[in-house]
């Protein structure tokens, strides 16, 4: 199996026990929230080993990350605690239909003040793959410069990069500064996964093939366009295909979808499948990753996800 790095925030994550705005629900169940968490744990249960850099603040819930972490056989060799700046949160709706509100208490967390002293002890012998997305460069200047560095060292050392953009516009300044920087970033990978409405926010389009013929321009070797239940669209060494989604019984969450799809996506390109069992993959993950309630509760372990695309029904 492959060892895999990437960067991240990790936040404390509330989520509602009943439906109805955030300002009128009283208790909340507690999780670890990320897009890069989600895709650590994911990979990790597939059996790749991931190593995980992030900030924490020296407190309760950045404590508890890191044992989370820990528990799901992630790597942080890397993690460091800042006792100047606290770990950021999070609380999140429970719906039953469409995408939940999510309210963050993150500007400047610990995380966000990650630079390139984070990184400069790396010990980059052995790693196969580094995913990153778009969230760290949105959360700082020091974080941005430390992500071009990440894909700059990544790069010479010829390591698979993997590229998500999980647009947070909240973050950005405004759209524009947005769409350059994470275009900019996306120039350096060797797979990119945006989401349809990422595409069109980024590239101006909303066509599936000229939103890959824009990153393919760019040096991109592998684009997929996650397109919600409808699947995806794959574009990869001149073969271009559409994949289905997967059935799903009852949607419970759709945060961490696209995450699954990336974990789905990458560990079956780290594993040598062809690129259309690649997606496949990740359409399966992602179909799993919304039925359960917490981010990354319902990513599956081997046993789970073959039987999943086999047709069996998976307890989450």
Not at 46 to 68: A, C, M, P, Q, W
Request: hydrophobic share 40%.
């Amino acid at each position: 199996m492959s060892r895999i790095i990437t960067v991240g925030e990790p936040m404390a994550l509330f989520v509602a026990q009943e439906e109805g705005p955030l300002e009128n629900v009283n208790t909340f169940d507690r999780y670890v929230a990320g897009a890069e968490v989600n895709f650590s744990i994911g990979m990790s249960r597939l059996g790749h080993t991931v190593t995980y850099i992030t900030k924490l603040g020296s407190d309760s819930f950045g404590r508890n990350i890191e044992r989370f972490l820990q528990s799901n056989a992630i790597d942080t060799s890397y993690v460091t605690y800042d006792p100047s700046y606290l770990t950021g949160m999070q609380w999140k709706q429970k719906v039953s239909s469409g995408d939940p509100e999510v309210f963050s208490a993150r500007k400047n967390s610990a995380a966000s003040h990650m630079d390139l002293e984070t990184i400069k002890n790396i010990n980059w012998d052995g790693f196969d793959h580094i995913h990153l997305t778009g969230i760290p460069p949105a959360l700082s200047p020091s974080c941005r410069e430390m992500v071009y560095e990440l894909m700059k060292e990544a790069r010479a050392r010829g390591v698979q990069i993997s590229y998500d953009p999980n647009l947070r516009p909240g973050l950005w300044p405004d759209k524009q500064e947005m769409a350059r920087v994470i275009n900019d970033l996306a120039c350096h990978a060797d797979i990119v996964l945006p989401g349809i409405e990422e595409g069109k926010l980024l590239t101006g389009s909303e066509d599936v093939y000229e939103i890959a013929a824009h990153y393919h321009a760019a040096g991109v070797k592998t684009v997929v366009i996650k397109l919600g239940a409808k699947g995806a669209f794959t574009s990869s060494c001149g073969e271009q295909f559409y994949t289905e989604g997967f059935p799903v019984e009852k949607v419970v969450d759709t945060v961490g979808a696209g995450d699954g799809f990336a974990v789905g996506v990458v560990s079956a390109i780290l594993e040598g499948l062809p690129i259309k069992e690649a997606v496949k993959r990740g359409a399966a993950i992602g179909a799993l990753a919304v039925m359960s309630p917490g981010d990354n509760d319902g990513l599956p372990d081997r046993e789970s996800l073959e039987g999943y695309m086999k047709g069996s029904k998976v307890e989450l």
